[in-house]
């Protein structure tokens, strides 16, 4: 077990992508939280204001915007792993990262759920987010030693789930005390964090 640590802190500390990597992973995968639990309570807030008539429009809005955004997503997949493979990452990621930034903040200024703007807001919150994901997973696994693949994706993964549990605990605290809108802006935030680190890293050639 010590050997496979020592070779694995050897290649994470080998590379500076791999903790951009890792943290990446982390706010990525706050989506997971966000479409399926706070994308219905963001929509079902405006029940309340006398936006919508009743939960039953709330659900259907909800239905609509997550099928434009796996339609669209499966659409566009192939075309992103694609750009992916062909844009370097010191490119590709601070777009990414810029793009699910203004989406997530977007929210803030959203009056009702059921205007385009709300609609183009939500799919360009998965799309940047699939980009992310794409242009990350990419990244990761290039010139990665054969030995350790295995076993660094599990880090990969361990740090996403370690990103979904801290944000469900944050993210409850925020909708109920600050707003509807806050589990998005803190999705925002943190976007806008890594988007910073990108440019710096490319800036200084620390991102290929």
């Not at 566009?76 to 844009?87: N, R, V």
């Not at 030693?145 to 740090?159: I, Q, S």
Request: proline fraction near 4%; charged fraction near 10%; hydrophobic fraction near 55%.
């Amino acid at each position: 077990m010590s050997l496979i640590t020592a070779r694995l802190w050897e290649v994470i500390s080998s590379d500076v992508k791999y903790p951009l990597c890792f943290i990446s992973a982390m706010v990525v995968r706050l989506i997971s939280v966000l479409f399926s639990v706070y994308m219905l309570l963001w929509i079902e807030s405006f029940v309340s204001t006398g936006y919508l008539a009743d939960e039953n429009e709330s659900l259907s809005i909800y239905r609509r915007i997550i099928m434009i955004s796996m339609i669209l997503t499966g659409v566009l997949l192939p075309f992103l792993g694609h750009l992916a493979d062909k844009t370097p990452s010191k490119v590709l990621i601070p777009i990414a990262f810029f793009i699910r930034c203004v989406a997530a903040f977007m929210f803030i200024t959203l009056e009702r759920p059921d205007t385009f703007g709300a609609y183009v807001s939500c799919s360009l919150l998965i799309l940047a987010t699939v980009l992310v994901v794409v242009s990350i997973e990419v990244l990761f696994m290039r010139g990665m030693p054969g030995d350790v693949r295995g076993a660094m994706n599990g880090v990969l993964h361990f740090f996403g789930q370690i990103g979904i549990l801290f944000f469900t605990q944050i993210a409850g605290g925020l909708f109920d005390n600050v707003g509807p809108w806050a589990p998005f802006a803190c999705v925002g935030v943190c976007d806008s964090i890594l988007f910073t680190a990108a440019v710096l890293l490319s800036f200084y050639g620390k991102l290929k």
